[in-house]
Nanobody, 125 residues
Framework: VQLQASGGGLVQAGGSLRLSCAAS????????MGWFRQAPGKEREFVAV????????YYADSVKGRFTISRDNAKNTVYLQMNSLKPEDTAVYYC???????????????????WGQGTLVTVSS
């Protein structure tokens, strides 16, 4: 599986961005998809995860109510809509996939199988 993240950029506080992550391969609908981020000098942290069908999602407390994860299995793409952005959201954002047929709520980055290259989001104050 190859993942290609895009959509990052520079935005003012309070603004919005939508990240996309396009996946190769035919088994996209069997993968749990997650978004993570890493700010300078910090460890990679969980942002959001979505189950195989898109019917279940889970968010980090820091983004709950502001970010929305979704997926389009027909397009092999997962999205992260980010609203009400804050300077503390500045980070490189990564999408990741995990081939998990049982448990979809995976927030530990070490269990994910494949990673995108990351896309930089910078929020100015």
């Amino acid at each position: 599986v190859q993942l290609q993240a895009s959509g990052g950029g520079l935005v003012q506080a309070g603004g919005s961005l939508r990240l996309s992550c396009a996946a190769s391969g035919r088994a996209f609908s069997t993968y749990v998809m997650g978004w993570f981020r890493q700010a300078p000098g910090k460890e990679r942290e969980f942002v959001a995860v979505i189950n195989w069908s898109g019917g279940s999602t889970y968010y980090a407390d820091s983004v709950k109510g502001r970010f929305t994860i979704s997926r389009d299995n027909a397009k092999n793409t997962v999205y992260l809509q980010m609203n009400s952005l804050k300077p503390e959201d500045t980070a490189v954002y990564y999408c990741a996939s995990k081939d998990s047929r049982r448990v979809w709520l995976q927030i530990d980055p070490s269990v994910y199988d494949y990673w995108g290259q990351g896309t930089l989001v910078t929020v100015s104050s």
